[in-house]
């Protein structure tokens, strides 16, 4: 297929851009097979508008006499009016965004045919692979191992080719488990907690029916986790109701009296040293979203950048959630298919929660929530394409397509996802879940309908609060050392002025080592005078 | 104290009333004369101050003890459990004695002593001269002058004596139309805005009826606007609903009718009256009170309120005069019933958007000086400082800290003060520690001898006002008389957690930017001396040893410009601190009750960090 075929008007002059908060513009509107473009002509302030065909989520039109009018809303919840003079034009420019924005095929979408202006660093392809992440694991246990039984997609589809089980459990094993449980998913390790060998699995829900079918293999696999004693809570994130109903289809919950170590609770999750099973019915919505929040919950290494990159590759991309189908539309569709929820938003929207309670804690701002947010629905890059790593080794997206992390990791865009507040700490960071506490996250959901000039500007000067601070201590710093070493040289002229005396002394290393320790001085005088 | 059976009793215990798991604090609980006191185990002590007591309630008695609930006007609720049923009973009955007062001598500012000598009490009370403040807004002037009708409260005993009204307006005029008024209370000066030559000015409700009419009232009104030069067309703002004002016609009282009056434009901006304000703040409390509250149950229970509604309501009006002024140049009059309560608030909030200096710490503390103190805000029955009706009890004061709360939020840079402040001036409000708002208008004060028996509120508020001071304020952001244009969409108004639920630790972020920044910014000041003084100290070095040619000396004579990094030898190392059972905190659901205290204790034994975790607000003093 040719986009040209689908694009019967190009280019539309005198187009009148109406957008919130800004004077309606005037300009030309040109379609490409992936963009709308709106370039305005005003000499005193040339302004560009590119829109992703796939960001688009409804299109709506008007027609007054012969002008036209679009109203688009877009998945990032931006909406833009556009006044096209000439009806059959503006019909046209409607039906091929409507075209465009809707196409069957992934291997059209625009990842494809995206050619990156900036030089590759690192590729993100080759970031945050299952071996690195099971060699940490290595480090602190013996008792998990790598299997690679997924390695063609041929035990469960939405799994990734490698996935990390109890040592104990062979693959064999493995293959009877998984037809024990929804879509196959096998419990496999989330999350290991170094600081208690305590550990976090995940999966779908077994295949228990109404007469109460077993499996061995499956409790065998769920108990090799625990050490003897140990308790554990298998938490099935939907209500007891609706997992009750979930049997008359052949799906279910775990029969406490085969798992005799766990106890099963449903949605409310209790505290205690424990390990836990998350699942729900597929394991691959509300499963991820409690897997991957708690390890943001407990792991400082998942409040850092690269972290969290590597918690939303391991938790979401690898685990299977199905991205394609549920960033396919947005909240503006008219056409939603029951596949489509906001799933990955709403726990962006978790993270931004917790962020705002613990500002300090994180080492990436909100912007940076707000991008993943918008390349999960509409990108340049491949890597939120297919629903799996099945689907996406299929499509070649490695060789084919640009990886999201290779644009982020670099130092001029991480500078903007930056937290200038951020002071790494490995505690446990607690949110407080009280209704109370909670916010509307602006930042995603009033960014286009309201002004933030006075907002913005309130956080640069704060950023320029903490900027100068850091200036400032650096230079308190480095005049104490200097002064430091001042001192010191003059104790050496004196030193030198002794030995010329004749008095014996080690000269060459009792100054290094005093050196030392004077500065070292200098250093705690400034931590004590600033911070006491 | 006559009130006082049991003055200790041990073995208390303090409940968290969000805790889902019942955790509770240990400790003895104390009765004095002016506070009940709580020492927990760690040695923590809570301080409620009888006068801030609005409820005590006693529960009926449970296996571990007899439960008392006590609530207090600045929203924090405690929960004790007595072991003895006796000794609950006791202090029940002296609470409720001890908290309800029926002479003014009896409160606590007249016992109150923060040890200032005689002259610093006379000083503290001069800090804010109101008559200083008309000068700054430009008045008396050609137009406008200082009137000496009210000068023995003979006129109005609710105004204060100063008053000031168009030079046009003749004693008799002014009599005149004070007999036309509810109350006594004519047509004064509020504000007067020296660019735009218009003026707030604030009255009560005419005396109208069906079809009365006072010609001094029409001459009052044609004096004021006639006092404008830039448009002789004058705004009358009456905040009520339209509803209201007419049920009011009955009783005598009503509003201006536009044919009696000439070239007034007249407009209802419907602020709704004290009780439905009282019960609407009332439904918001249960809302929020409620333990193991669900989103839903939240949000429409915060809707069902009304209260933000009401607050919008507030700033509307102020937003519409202040268009009128701001826009049209022409002058506005505000009234309500009274005009003391809601009229109080629309001038106020108008004043605040038009002038900056009401932006800054000083300067706040003259606007409610002069449009809620000496205009007459009831603030001993809103407030309930005596023992009186309960139907006088209303949140109009409170309404108006959450509108300026809410401005702040829209426009960070605009103001000099913050959140702080204004929480520290609503404790005060209800705590009658000091004078200030004590009793209903000025001559009852005068007749308390307030100035010399109590202390102000305001320089104890200055002395400390590095505490209250906005990091991020930008003194340029708003020149003098810059208008400031909020947008009064309705989900610009939020749920004021830090005013409800102050004392509920567990709900505020557990690291606070603001404080923060607070910090930075005053440490940078610090930074900033400490640099001076080492240059000076380094260059004093280098003269001394100047003889000696040291290569290294040499550069650092000359220090390479600053890299933000600090050297690695001074580079803090970051604290790592275990964890216990970590695992634990997998739960989420309700935050860990005492868990913020270890977590704060795991902090502070680390190396000092920038990052220090606190909750959202200073502690406050009872």
């Known amino acids: ?532 | 104290m006559e009130h006082i059976r049991t003055t200790k009793v041990e073995q208390v215990k303090l409940l968290d009333r969000f805790s889902t798991s019942n955790k509770s604090l240990m400790g003895t609980l104390y009765l004095t004369a002016t506070h009940l006191l709580f020492i927990d185990s760690s040695q923590r002590e809570t301080w409620i101050l009888h006068h801030h007591i609005a409820a005590v309630e006693k529960l009926p008695l449970t296996t571990s003890g007899c439960p008392l609930v006590i609530q207090c006007k600045n929203f924090r609720i405690v929960h004790f459990v007595v072991p003895r049923e006796r000794d609950c009973h006791d202090i029940y009955n002296s609470l409720l004695q001890l908290s309800r007062t029926a002479k003014y001598e009896e409160l606590y500012a007249f016992s109150y002593n923060p040890k200032q000598n005689e002259s610093e009490q006379v000083k503290g009370w001069q800090l804010i001269d109101l008559a200083e403040e008309y000068k700054r807004m430009g008045v008396p002037n050609a137009n406008w002058q200082l009137s000496d009708a009210n000068r023995d409260y003979k006129i109005c005993e609710t105004y204060p004596r100063e008053l000031y009204v168009p030079r046009t307006a003749s004693k008799p005029i002014i009599v005149g139309s004070s007999k036309f008024r509810s109350k006594g209370r004519f047509p004064v000066l509020s504000y007067y805005h020296k660019n735009k030559e218009a003026a707030i000015c604030r009255c009560s409700q005419p005396l109208s009826g069906f079809s009365a009419r006072c010609l001094e009232d029409e001459h009052m009104l044609q004096a004021i606007s006639k006092a404008n030069p830039s448009n002789r067309y004058m705004y009358v703002m009456d905040t009520r609903p339209k509803l209201n004002a007419m049920a009011n016609r009955a009783a005598g009282k009503g509003y201006e009718n536009e044919d009696n009056y000439s070239n007034i434009r007249f407009q209802f901006v419907g602020i709704e009256n004290i009780h439905v304000m009282r019960s609407s703040l009332q439904k918001l409390l249960e809302v929020s009170g409620t333990k193991g509250l669900s989103v839903n149950d939240f949000l429409s229970g915060l809707e069902n309120s009304g209260w933000l509604r009401h607050i919008k309501a507030v700033l509307d009006a102020a937003v519409f005069l202040v268009k009128a002024i701001a826009v049209e140049s022409a002058s506005v009059l505000v009234h309500c019933s009274d005009g003391w309560d809601r009229t109080s608030q629309v001038c106020s909030l108008g004043a605040l958007l038009l002038d900056s200096y009401y932006r800054t710490i000083k300067g706040f503390m003259v606007l409610i000086e002069k449009d809620w103190i000496s205009f007459g805000h009831k603030f001993s029955d809103r407030c309930c400082q005596l023992d009186g009706d309960p139907k006088e009890i209303s949140p109009v004061f409170t309404q108006f800290l959450e509108s300026v709360w809410n401005l702040t939020e829209q426009f960070p840079q605009a103001f000099e003060y913050n959140e702080a402040f204004l929480l520290q001036i609503h404790e005060h409000v209800h705590s009658c520690q000091f004078g200030n708002f004590l009793g209903n208008c000025q001559k009852e004060r005068e007749e308390l001898k307030l100035k010399e028996k109590t202390y102000s509120l305001w320089p104890f508020l200055l002395d400390e006002q590095k505490k209250y001071q906005n990091p991020l304020y930008n003194a340029d952001f708003s020149p003098e008389l810059t208008l400031l244009e909020p947008n009064t969409v309705s989900f610009n108004f939020k749920f004021w957690r830090n005013m409800y639920h102050q004392f509920d630790r567990s709900m505020h972020p557990r690291q606070c930017v603001f404080n923060l920044i607070m910090n930075m910014s005053e440490q940078n000041k610090q930074l900033e001396e400490d640099i001076k003084e080492l240059e000076a100290k380094v260059k004093q070095r280098n003269g001394q040893s100047s003889a000696v040619p040291v290569k290294e000396h040499q550069q650092s004579a000359h220090p390479a410009p600053m890299a933000l990094k600090t050297p690695p030898s001074f580079k803090k190392e970051q604290p790592l601190i275990p964890v216990n059972d970590a695992v634990r905190t997998i739960e989420g659901s309700n935050t860990a009750d005492n868990r913020y205290s270890e977590f704060v204790a795991e902090f502070s034994k680390a190396e000092p960090a920038v990052v220090s975790l606190e909750y959202g607000v200073a502690r406050m003093t009872c």
């Open chain 1, 1 to 532: 297929m040719e986009f040209a075929e689908l694009i019967k008007t190009p280019r539309a002059d005198n187009v009148v851009l109406h957008r919130p908060f800004y004077l309606a513009v005037e300009g030309t509107l040109c379609l490409t097979g992936h963009h709308l473009i709106f370039s305005s002509r005003r000499q005193d302030n040339a302004e560009e508008l590119w829109l992703l065909h796939s960001n688009i989520d409804s299109i709506e039109k008007r027609f007054v006499g012969s002008l036209g009018t679009i109203i688009i809303k877009c998945k990032d919840l931006r909406i833009i009016q556009l006044d096209i003079p000439g009806m059959e034009e503006c019909l046209n420019i409607a039906s091929s965004i409507e075209a465009l924005s809707t196409l069957d095929s992934v291997t059209l979408m625009y990842p494809f045919f995206y050619r990156p202006m900036f030089e590759i660093v690192e590729d993100g392809w080759r970031c945050f692979l299952p071996d690195e992440e099971f060699e940490l694991l290595s480090s602190a246990t013996d008792e998990w191992r790598l299997s690679c039984i997924n390695k063609e997609f041929s035990v469960c589809p939405s799994y990734p080719p490698v996935v990390i089980v109890p040592k104990s459990i062979d693959d064999e094993a493995l293959r009877k488990v998984a037809m024990f449980r929804h879509g196959s998913r096998f419990p496999v390790l989330s999350y290991y907690h170094k600081k208690n060998g305590m550990v976090m699995m995940r999966s779908s829900q077994p295949l228990t029916g109404t007469n109460g079918r077993r499996c061995k293999e499956d409790e065998k696999l769920i108990n090799a986790t625990l050490r003897p004693g140990k308790r554990g809570y298998i938490i099935d994130t939907r209500s007891l109701n609706v997992a009750q109903q979930a049997r008359a289809k052949g799906g279910g919950f775990e029969q406490e009296a085969h798992y005799p170590q766990w106890r099963r609770i449903h949605k409310c999750i209790e505290r205690e040293g424990a390990s836990v099973l998350v699942h729900g019915t597929e394991g691959t919505d509300s499963t991820l979203q409690v897997t991957s929040l708690a390890q943001i919950i407990l792991d400082p290494r998942c409040r850092t950048i690269r972290g969290f990159e590597s918690l939303v590759v391991r938790e979401w991309l690898q685990a299977g959630h199905p991205f394609q189908q549920r960033c396919a539309q947005s909240a503006y569709s008219n056409s939603k298919q029951k596949w489509e929820a906001p799933v990955f938003l709403l726990f962006l929207d978790c993270v931004w929660q917790i962020l705002r309670q613990f500002p300090c804690s994180f080492e990436f701002n909100e912007q940076f929530l707000i991008m993943l947010f918008e390349h999960a629905y509409a990108s340049q890059f491949g890597t939120f394409l297919g629903n799996n790593e099945n689907e996406r080794s299929k499509l070649k997206l490695q060789q084919k397509t640009m990886s999201l992390w290779s644009w982020v990791n670099r130092s001029e865009e991480l500078s903007k996802f930056q937290n200038p507040l951020f002071e790494a700490n490995s505690l446990v960071i607690w949110p407080s879940v009280a209704p109370q506490s909670l916010q509307l996250w602006e930042g995603v959901f009033l960014r286009w309908n309201r002004p933030s000039k006075f907002l913005d500007e309130a956080h640069e000067e704060m950023i320029s609060i903490i900027k100068y601070n850091k200036e400032l201590q650096a230079k308190v710093n480095a005049l104490r050392r200097q002064l430091a070493q001042l001192e010191t040289v003059d104790r050496m002229q004196e030193n030198l002025r002794h030995t010329q005396l004749g008095i014996v002394s080690p000269l060459g290393s009792s100054s290094v080592s005093k050196l030392h320790t004077v500065s070292a001085e200098a250093g705690t005088l400034t931590s004590t005078q600033l911070y006491g």
